[in-house]
T-cell receptor, first 115, second 109 residues
Framework: IAGITQAPTSQILAAGRRMTLRCTQD?????MYWYRQDLGLGLRLIHY???????GKGEVPDGYSVSRANTDDFPLTLASAVPSQTSVYFC??????????????FGPGTRLTVL | GQNIDQPTEMTATEGAIVQINCTYQ??????LFWYQQHAGEAPTFLSY??LDGLEEKGRFSSFLSRSKGYSYLLLKELQMKDSASYLC??????????WGAGTKLIIKP
């Protein structure tokens, strides 16, 4: 692994189903983030984690949950998917939470369609 | 609250220079980032400004004026591969990034 990976690459999901998007980084970064990107809108923060064992809510957390059991992994779970959660999801990580070390490195994204 | 504005789309000619502006309003400021995003790909880091002035990195430069709530990204000697979206992101008082909607840059031969 080099950098940050996400799985799956894309997924079509029936409404009401549960889904976990996986994210793994090998840079030993402290902070990790989940964003969604929709056409015409900027990246919107869903949840974040400044260090292993802690998580926080971003701008659009409803319907999503995260966990950070270790430094490398930061899965995002949709408990009961709805069509409005159709989006491209990006996981990102940064060495720290402020200044230049706040530079975020992004995974390749997961394209999720909820029908 | 915070607000970031950047043009939706710009067109430029190969070999020319283009300036992409970003204006913002915020109650807390810990720096401004520019990212490049090619269609269907992830954003990648271009520059970071926390003090006023110009930061130059090869063909790309970024400028910041904190008093005016203004930044720009300057791209010189444009190449076709520079066709992408350019995202302006503000680091707020909680060290979270607030993202603009991005400027789609179209390069014509």
């Amino acid at each position: 692994i080099a950098g940050i990976t996400q799985a799956p690459t894309s997924q079509i999901l029936a409404a009401g189903r549960r889904m976990t998007l996986r994210c793994t980084q090998d840079m030993r970064h402290n902070a990790m983030y989940w964003y969604r990107q929709d056409l015409g809108l900027g990246l919107r923060l869903i949840h974040y984690s400044n260090t292993a064992g802690t998580t926080g809510k971003g701008e659009v957390p409803d319907g999503y949950s995260v966990s950070r059991a270790n430094t490398d992994d930061f899965p995002l779970t949709l408990a009961s998917a709805v069509p409005s959660q159709t989006s491209v999801y990006f996981c990102a990580s940064s060495e720290g939470a402020g200044g230049q070390i706040g530079e975020q490195f992004f995974g390749p994204g997961t394209r999720l369609t909820v029908l | 609250g915070q607000n970031i504005d950047q043009p939706t789309e710009m067109t430029a000619t190969e070999g020319a220079i283009v300036q992409i502006n970003c204006t913002y309003q915020t109650s807390g400021f810990n720096g401004l980032f520019w990212y490049q995003q090619h269609a269907g790909e992830a954003p990648t880091f271009l520059s970071y400004n926390v003090l006023d002035g110009l930061e130059e990195k090869g063909r790309f430069s970024s400028f910041l004026s904190r008093s005016k709530g203004y930044s720009y990204l300057l791209l010189k000697e444009l190449q076709m591969k520079d066709s992408a979206s350019y995202l302006c992101a503000l680091m707020d008082s909680n060290y979270q990034l607030i993202w603009g909607a991005g400027t789609k840059l179209i390069i014509k031969p």
